[in-house]
């Protein structure tokens, strides 16, 4: 997974690169785009990630039962 996410966003940071600078002939300012993505891929792979894990999905529908 973290190969994947690194690979990611090497593209993501080429792809930026070559839109912003290349083709629209802007200079890139920051990578917070790239960043955001990133994290919201591994926010996505972490939750797929815990939902898998028995004891943590027991644990969570023993709290949502709670309430």
């Given at each position: 997974m973290l190969?994947?996410?690194?690979?990611?966003?090497?593209?993501?940071r080429l792809?930026?690169?070559?839109?912003?600078?290349?083709?629209?002939?802007?200079?890139?300012?920051?990578?917070?785009?790239?960043?955001?993505?990133?994290g919201l891929?591994?926010?996505?792979?972490?939750?797929?990630?815990?939902?898998?894990?028995?004891?943590?999905?027991?644990?969570?529908?023993?709290?949502?039962?709670?309430?």
């Amino acid at each position: 997974m973290l190969v994947v996410a690194v690979g990611l966003f090497a593209l993501s940071r080429l792809v930026g690169g070559v839109v912003l600078e290349k083709i629209m002939g802007r200079t890139r300012r920051s990578a917070w785009l790239s960043h955001a993505f990133i994290g919201l891929f591994l926010v996505a792979a972490g939750v797929s990630y815990l939902s898998s894990i028995h004891w943590v999905v027991d644990a969570w529908n023993f709290l949502r039962g709670v309430r």
